[in-house]
């Protein structure tokens, strides 16, 4: 029996398009489904905002509000073999029932482009990591 929630939730995906085990979290009472939360239109604020951040503590003020609003959890990891550009952070998205495969690469790609946009937030990125000797 699916459990009724007291907030709307985001619609589901075409069969087979989507691996987000949406019906599987809805069946189990009392599981934690406040990332069903993130309707379409709520993700599209979500990446709006995301695009917007022009400093690595608002970039972490985002990354804290996914998580208590959603249970999103948030990595972003230098790679250990240097980072060039961008491309050398994983940026990604923890599974976890419900949240959808767009949205598990929406997300990231919107943090790829903020960051591109915003050289500074790489380097503290970095700096938080130790990467660059002044940790």
Do not use: W
Request: glycine fraction near 6%.
């Amino acid at each position: 029996m699916l459990q009724e929630l007291p907030f709307p939730i985001r619609v589901e995906c075409p069969p087979g398009l989507c691996v987000c085990n949406r019906e599987q979290l809805l069946e189990v009472a009392g599981a934690d489904a406040r990332v069903l939360m993130l309707t379409r239109e709520q993700e599209k604020k979500l990446l709006e905002r995301i695009e917007r951040i022009d400093s690595y503590e608002q970039l972490q003020h985002v990354s804290k509000l996914m998580y208590d609003q959603l249970g999103i959890t948030l990595r972003i990891i230098p790679s250990i073999r240097g980072v060039r550009t961008v491309r050398g952070l994983t940026i990604q998205l923890a599974e976890q029932p419900g949240l959808c495969r767009k949205t598990r690469e929406k997300v990231p790609a919107a943090i790829r482009r903020c960051l591109d946009q915003q050289p500074h937030i790489v380097y503290a990125i970095l700096d938080a990591h130790d990467l660059l000797g002044q940790g």
